[in-house]
């Protein structure tokens, strides 16, 4: 069986090596996503993991699939702006390098879009004096005058 990755340099704090999908081009230490980082960890190990189970003559699709699993498993939930977004670059990431099937992609993005939504048609918080419903607001002291 081949080896489906490729090892690169990584970051001050980060394990010894990591590795992405041969294919996938290795990002900048500057331009590197956390989120990304994170589900491509997921799918390093659990691609490995079940690598190591496999005979030397089988496919690695097995191994690939259960990478594939743990990589979408390790996206950010789809609550808030910033996780939306992470969401996002992980399933752009995912599919780029084939990991995320391009089907799969539309079906993740779109429900992003609908969070993204959701997420910025919130009502913003009600910052002034609570006042029974169907009374007027108080005159400041500027208006009465």
Not at 21 to 50: F, H, L, Q, S, V
Request: proline fraction near 9%.
């Amino acid at each position: 069986m081949a080896d489906a990755t490729v090892s690169t340099d990584t970051t001050p704090g980060a394990p010894e090596s990591r590795s992405v999908p041969a294919g996938a081009a290795a990002t900048t230490d500057d331009a590197e996503n956390k989120a990304i980082a994170r589900c491509m960890r997921a799918w390093n190990y659990a691609y490995k993991k079940k690598a190591a189970e496999l005979d030397g003559d089988d496919s690695d699709y097995p191994a690939q699939k259960a990478g594939a699993l743990a990589y979408l498993r390790a996206t950010p939930p789809l609550v808030g702006y910033k996780n939306i977004c992470d969401f996002v670059a992980c399933i752009n990431y995912g599919s780029m390098t084939g990991i995320v099937k391009q089907f799969q992609a539309e079906h993740y993005l779109a429900n992003a879009k609908i969070a993204l939504s959701a997420v910025l048609r919130q009502p913003k918080p009600f910052a002034g004096e609570p006042r029974p419903l169907g009374r007027p607001p108080k005159p400041s002291s500027t208006e009465e005058k």
